[in-house]
């Protein structure tokens, strides 16, 4: 089946600091990838859509210079939270799609992050 | 109203009892529907697509009722792994995709 590997899965890090975060599709072609975070015992919140080669789609809300997003290649897409604070500190997570209209997304591992 | 509309649960029921879910879209231009189960702490994972003939995976099925726009899971012989929360996603396509997820049905199996 289609896997999907984001890394790292796991970032503790200082306020301040920029946090880049990676989405790898490794057995297909992803011309969508979705960005997600989810608060404890709360529903996934999408973030943003990218398509390889164009500007990210972010959601309402969600601040385009805060979170970065770039889909360079079909197979990779990374969002970078800048100058991340405590209240960015949350489960990130990336899912992909192939395409078409009977496809389903598939998501990476996810990636905890906890600011200090 | 939500595009995508779940009861929250918590559904609390025996190990081996039969339990089903059902979640409803306003967007009849849907196209493409499916299940998911997220784990405490961990993504999501596909169950299954949801086909207007609806469909089986062993003791899941999937149902969809394009008239009424809802669709449904059914669980029969639940077991203690099937704890988890499960997830409606409709899916609408024009130029681009547009991926809906329902905010989820907690089902936890007590022994």
């Known amino acids: 089946g289609a896997v999907v590997s984001q890394h790292p899965s796991w970032v503790i890090c200082k306020s301040g600091t920029s946090v880049k975060i990676e989405c790898r599709s490794l057995d297909f072609q992803a011309t969508t990838m979705f960005w997600y975070r989810q608060f404890p015992k709360q529903s996934l919140m999408l973030m943003a859509t990218?398509?390889?080669?164009?500007?990210?789609?972010?959601e309402q809300g969600v601040e385009k210079d805060k979170f970065l997003i770039n889909h360079a290649s079909l197979t990779l897409s990374t969002l970078t939270v800048t100058s991340a604070h405590p209240e960015d500190s949350s489960f990130y997570i990336c899912?992909?799609?192939?395409?078409?209209?009977?496809?389903?997304?598939?998501f990476g591992d996810g990636t905890r992050l906890s600011i200090l | 109203r939500k595009e995508v509309e779940q009861d929250p649960g918590p559904f609390n029921v025996p190990e081996g009892a039969t339990v089903a879910f059902n979640c409803t879209y306003s967007n009849s231009a849907s196209q493409s529907f499916f299940w998911y189960r997220q784990d405490c702490r961990k993504e999501p994972k596909l169950l299954m697509s949801?086909?207007?003939s609806g469909n089986e995976d062993g003791r899941f099925t999937a149902q969809l009722n394009r008239a009424s726009q809802y669709i449904s899971l059914l669980i029969r012989d639940s077991k203690l792994s099937d704890s988890a929360t499960y997830l409606c996603?409709?899916?609408?396509?024009?130029?681009?995709?547009?991926?809906?997820f329902g905010s989820g049905t907690r089902l936890s199996i007590r022994p």
């Open positions: 996603v409709v899916k609408e396509y024009s130029s681009a995709s547009k991926i809906i």
């Open positions: 899912s992909a799609e192939g395409g078409g209209s009977n496809q389903p997304q598939h």
């Open positions: 949801v086909y207007s």
């Open positions: 990218s398509n390889e080669g164009s500007k990210a789609t972010y």
